[in-house]
């Protein structure tokens, strides 16, 4: 049977962050083919990185990286001998099964590659010979061979050039050489760990890395092995203290020899997404590389995934990743359990310094603490806050689905006595969980009126009055309920149908004037309940601001007459829902006016001609306008403020805040 190899490519895609796969593999090929017994005692694998020249002269510049296109393996193995070349030229060969050599691993090149070129000077039968040949994506898959006699003794090697690396893989390539040396200690760790691995270099730009050096300077001999037992299992554990500035904390999953997946340390032990400290006071990763028959067993062809057992267990000689994972990050933590325990306490120190700023987080330090621990500590403030609204809102949820589950048998009075010495701690969840989010709002309110305070004392403009209570040109849709202060001047005003901030009637839907006449706040609240449908207005509600201190009003423009005009266009205009559908606006719509201002000596004068009476405080007017159905009244600043402190004392008491 024979097989076209460029069918054999083709069935499988070589996915983007395994783009430096086919480096590995020539490179494990080469340590493979030193470590032959016919081999030389001092292996040496050199890889040359080449670069688009084109690039460098595009740009001209030396601070860019041209892009990689090819990669040149050159190592002094036993090269392709009669015995190799022909193993090459079978897929799936069984030459190197004893390596866990699956046959296929040189099938990646050409998914990334365009071809590869090999030359291999070898030593067989008493003299010396010269192979050569292509691997390229045609049906037979070797092109140009030729084999050739050399006289003399001659320098061993073998030479793997992959050539042309497809513009697809080449913005997934990693281009820094120093990062390509990392990433093959990463997948050829335990190589490495072999006192007879080959000296491995790379050469890029005139620039020398000695990987095995990078490896020793990495891990400074800091790795200790241990055993780990799961049922019939049997794996062992190489744990790594890693001195990289690249952080790491991962644990890597080896099959024959070849790293082929990784895990996250921190989805089990969460202090573990930084860096740990050794006693020098130096950061360092955690490493960990487990090997075991397993694995080998379980390795997909490519090497590039493994398949653990999902679900129950049935069966002792099966494993799931999720519980190898967690018997690694045991070993893990009794391991390294000071340094561990070190950040978990920096990482709950930073939580309860937000959860202090932000109240309405307080109760998830008792109910949720292990929730929080899984919080990153490397987190910014918005981001933390994200993390503790999700954990807030699983919190909610599992105190309304408690409560629900309880109140249900709650029928009688002798019900609802046993419900009180039996769920005490149900009851004070419920609270705290309450309590919690009325607190940041509470605090909220106190730092509004406060602020609006220091506006009235520097006599600020009416711009930034207005703003403060609900920002200007902007919509109810366009605003959140916690994004506006209304109940500074009535906290109904909170819950409307449509509210228009500082726009022009003609582009107030409801109104639908052609009137540029533009109202500080006016709000259509909710439609009559017993409507047959959603046109007209239980309510509309007017809102004037004026600058403090000001008392330059004229007799044909000040905040009543104002306050008319709005009130007139309003009947008169042709009033439309927000469909575009006329609707009659109904005579007895009441309208509540608000002129919110300083009380300045010409204001008085006017509100006393027009016929308004002083409120009972002293401190503003009101007037029922039997023309417009409206209910005007002129409150000053001060009254504003001390009205919404009395409203709101008793809830800034209960803070100690008042």
Known sequence: MQIDIRGKINEKRLSFNNTLLPLFEAIVNSIQAIEEDSATSTGIIEIDIIRSAQKIIEFGKTDILPDIVDFQIKDNGVGFNEKNYESFNFAHSTYKFNKGGKGIGRFTWLRAFGKAEIESRY????SWHLRQFNFEPTKIGIEKHKIENVNGTAERYTIVKLKELKEEYKKWCNNNADDIALKIIEHCFVYFLNKDCPRILINDLGKKIVVNDLFNLFTKGKVKTKPLFIRDNSFKLNLVNLYSNKLDNKIHYC????EVLDDKISIDIPELDNFLFDNEGKPFSIAIYVEGDFLDRNVNDERTAITFSKGEIDFPEQTTQEELRKAITENIY???TEQIEQLSIKRVAKVKEFVNQHPRYKQLLKYKANELKRIPSTLSDEKMELELFKIQQSLELE???????????????????KFNLDHQELYHKIIEVGNSKLSEYVIHRKLVLSLFQKLLNEKATEKAVH??????????DEIGFEDHNLWMIDDKLA?????????RFKKIEPANSTSNERPDIIVFNRPFAFSNDSKPYESIVLIEFKRPMRDDYSDDENPIQQINRYAREIIEGEARDKHEREFDFRKNTPIYAYIICDLTKKLKAYAKDSGFRSLPSGDGFFFFNDNYNMYVEIMSFDKILNDSRERNRVLFDKLNIG
């Open 123 to 126: 030593f067989e039968d008493g």
């Open 255 to 258: 099959a024959n020899t070849r």
């Open 334 to 336: 009794s391991e390294f």
């Open 399 to 417: 105190v309304k689905k408690e409560a629900s589950a309880i109140l249900k048998f709650i029928d009688s009075e002798g019900d609802r006595e």
């Open 467 to 476: 703003n403060l209570i609900f920002p200007l040109q902007t919509l109810s």
């Open 495 to 503: 819950y409307h149908k449509y509210l228009a901030s500082d726009k």
